[in-house]
């Protein structure tokens, strides 16, 4: 893709976003779960949402610590959408918000003690993502971040083809855990997020949005491929999904 196709592309993929509470597959009772069992962390930890869209996990930490959370996002549209949903909230006043590259963060080594990442390590790749931002945090700190991940060693065909286009650096969760063992972490749990948690949260809320929106050529691309998407997941959610990593620097 080209420049300005890519443009083009981020532009509709973010207007089929608007307004929606997720920009990914995800769950507040899931995510709490995984944060009940995070023991380590001090009482108000030190937070950096990365790729946080319009804060779905952001506020989420926030309420959840009472602690202030730096979310980071390449989208103005979703940044905006997060700085209106916090202040509704009354949690203004714990919302960094960032409009800025998640990987080129100006922050100083060892200053984050609990970094969240939702559905977004991916546009880096996950190894990459791991390596940068290994330095953010503090010493014995945690990264609890979902990356699309095999389920099996024996992918179905079809499958394999979609994401071998979509997203060829996708691995298995045990290639995962290398990656993240390589990147200067120990993993200390995974969990998947379940498939109903895709479709009540994030494909159906899509579904609607599909049928408000005003329809240009670039966005009935885009929901061409989202359609596609959730065609191939219907059919193959066993062999994949979305693996939260809770990992911490060794
Ligand atoms: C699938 S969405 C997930 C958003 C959010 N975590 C959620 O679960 O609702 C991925 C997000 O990553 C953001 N993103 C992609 N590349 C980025 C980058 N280099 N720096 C910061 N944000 C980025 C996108 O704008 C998008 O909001």
């Known amino acids: 893709m080209n420049t300005d196709s890519l443009t083009e592309y981020v532009a509709a993929l973010t207007d089929l976003h608007r307004g929606l509470d997720r920009k990914g597959p995800g769950e507040s009772d899931f995510s709490r779960n995984i944060l009940s069992n995070l023991s380590t962390l001090p009482l108000k930890p030190r937070i950096a949402d990365l790729g946080c869209g319009s804060g779905a996990s952001a506020l989420l930490l926030a309420q959840h610590y009472q602690s202030t959370v730096m979310a980071v996002d390449s989208s103005s549209v979703f940044i905006d959408e997060l700085k209106a949903r916090a202040k509704q909230l009354g949690l203004e006043h714990l919302i960094i918000p960032i409009h800025g590259d998640m990987a080129k963060l100006d922050r100083s080594v060892g200053s984050v003690d609990l970094l969240w990442s939702e559905g977004a390590a991916y546009n880096l790749g996950f190894e990459q993502a791991l390596k940068i931002w290994r330095s953010l945090l503090a010493k014995s700190g945690i990264a609890v971040i979902s990356e699309m ?14 994401w071998q286009n979509a997203y060829p650096m996708m691995g298995t969760e045990a290639e995962n855990i290398d990656r993240a063992n390589r990147s200067g972490f120990s993993v200390l749990s995974t969990h998947r997020l379940p498939s109903q948690a895709w479709w009540v949260n994030y494909y159906e809320p899509l579904r609607e949005r599909m049928q408000q929106i005003e329809i240009t ?5 885009v929901i061409r491929e989202t359609e596609e998407e959730m065609r191939v997941f219907e059919k193959f959610s066993d062999s994949y999904g979305y693996t939260f990593y809770v990992l911490q620097t060794t």
């Not at 050529?217 to 691309?221: K, L, R």
Request: glycine letters at 0%.
């Open 149 to 162: 991940s095999w389920f099996t060693d024996d992918v179905p065909e079809p499958a394999s083809a979609y």
């Open 217 to 221: 050529p670039s966005i009935q691309s």
